[in-house]
């Protein structure tokens, strides 16, 4: 078994990387249009943000001063930089990385059951990344109540996923001192029960 940012290197070392854009576009698309609501100028980080594609896409709103992303792996920053000279990408480990100035959004897409304690994570980027108001908006394909997915650790042979149901995540992001918990499933079809969107706010 590979931890999930070796499995990640690899996938930029076979160009597999690129996918995730193609697979994740849709309802990324969606957790930007919950990010825009409010029609507010913003700053905002990407956690684990792979080789840097949502950060392109929304770096590109009117109302975005600031993007930047993150992620554990030197090779999707190493990509995301050759790619984009314009938003900022960092290497760091996410249990760990602080960003120099707190920002109002963060979101992440498809990151967050690959921590043992996902509590931890959570937390840490309500105290230490957000600024008041600001919000945590993250994806995850991976969840209990979606089987389509229930045999992906299996498949990929990565060391920790956590399979969380949907009311587990909500219980994280309150217990870290989240209000206005909300979530969404979108991109359902057939037997597969869409991306589960959970948005939380730092009042
Ligand atoms: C499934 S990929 C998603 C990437 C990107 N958000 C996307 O949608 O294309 C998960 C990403 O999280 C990063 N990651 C996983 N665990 C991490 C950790 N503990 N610290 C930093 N990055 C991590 C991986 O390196 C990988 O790029």
Wanted: with cysteine; net charge positive.
């Amino acid at each position: 078994m590979k931890s999930p940012i070796e499995t990640f290197t690899n996938w930029v070392k076979t160009g597999k990387d690129e996918g995730m854009e193609k697979n994740h576009k849709e309802p990324v698309k969606k957790m930007i249009e919950l990010i825009l609501v409010s029609n507010k100028e913003f700053s905002i980080i990407d956690a684990g943000c792979g080789n840097g594609w949502a950060v392109r896409l929304i770096s590109s709103n009117k109302n975005c001063l600031v993007a930047s992303g993150v992620d554990g792996s030197k090779l999707m920053i190493k990509k995301a930089k050759k790619i984009d000279k314009k938003n900022q990408y960092f290497h760091g480990e996410l249990n760990t990385w602080i960003p120099k100035k707190k920002v109002d959004v963060v979101m992440s897409m498809e990151v967050f059951y690959y921590f043992e304690d996902p509590q931890c994570i959570i937390s840490k980027i309500y105290d230490e990344w957000l600024n008041p108001g600001g919000q945590l908006v993250i994806g995850l394909d991976f969840y209990f109540e979606n089987p389509d997915c229930h045999n992906w650790q299996e498949q990929t042979g990565v060391s920790i996923m956590k399979l969380l149901k949907i009311n587990d995540w909500i219980r994280l992001f309150k217990k870290a001192g989240f209000k206005e918990v909300n979530k969404y499933q979108f991109c359902q079809s057939k037997s597969w029960k869409g991306t589960l969107v959970i948005q939380g706010s730092k009042i």
